[in-house]
């Protein structure tokens, strides 16, 4: 493993006419260590992010050893291997949707099933029986403005790369529109499943990327 103490940077800056947000992390040292500070250095970063109103401020944060030293304290002790809240939350695979951020948590709070655009697919199905077998009953599926996978013309990718590679694609392609619609397919689909013993409690909602808010359309 790479020790990341001696080589985060993190830098978030702002304009006007677009928003960038980046965290960026520069190895500059290869002594062993745990890269559990890089993800915790990572929510550290966005905390700092969602303090303050991002079209007025910036932050740039270079080889600071405080922040290095906070953020391997959220991580002290190794992660539990099932998840504090005994929740699982589908989420995108967007890199500014941390869910347990989100919430209000820490690493370990949750089981965390992604894939493109946070949709409630057979293989997020299969996670979350194995997620409930080992004993969480609650289900938060996270979608979110702003959604790549929503602005990907995936049945013309599909059929493009088809014809290009002779290859077939087997596996559903999810082309979605809406977001409101797909979440309602999403949590209606689950709240009919009987593969899943804990119905009771699946939580449909929108993260605004814009605002950092999230929005509880299902419940
Ligand atoms: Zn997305």
């Not at 290095?68 to 099932?82: D, M, N, S, V, Y």
């Not at 967007?94 to 409630?120: K, M």
């Not at 409930?132 to 995936?154: E, K, L, R, W």
Request: net charge positive; proline share 3%; glycine share 8%.
């Amino acid at each position: 493993m790479l020790d990341y103490s001696q080589l985060i940077t993190l830098e978030y800056t702002t304009t006007r006419r677009a928003r960038h947000r980046r965290v960026v992390h520069q190895r500059r040292s290869t002594s062993p260590g745990s890269a559990a500070s890089l993800l915790a250095a990572s929510l550290l970063a966005a905390s700092l992010l969602a303090l303050g109103n991002p079209h007025e401020w910036s932050i740039i944060v270079t080889g600071s050893e405080e922040l290095i030293r906070q953020a391997r304290t959220k991580t002290e002790g190794g992660l539990p291997g099932f998840p504090r809240r005994r929740g699982a939350v589908i989420a995108c695979i967007d890199s500014r949707i941390q869910p347990e951020l989100i919430l209000g948590g820490t690493p370990g709070d949750y089981h965390v099933i992604r894939n493109a655009g946070g949709l409630v697919t057979d293989d997020a199905v299969r996670s979350l029986m194995v997620s409930q077998f080992h004993g969480t009953n609650q289900v938060i599926v996270m979608m979110h403005t702003d959604c790549g996978a929503m602005a990907y013309p995936a049945t013309r990718e599909k059929q493009r790369l088809e014809a290009e590679t002779g290859e077939r694609i087997t596996f559903a392609i999810h082309d979605f529109t809406d977001l409101e619609t797909e979440l309602r397919r999403g949590v209606d689909l689950l709240r009919s499943t009987r593969l899943l013993s804990h119905r009771d409690r699946i939580k449909g909602t929108i993260y605004d990327v814009d605002t950092l808010r999230l929005r509880t359309l299902f419940e």
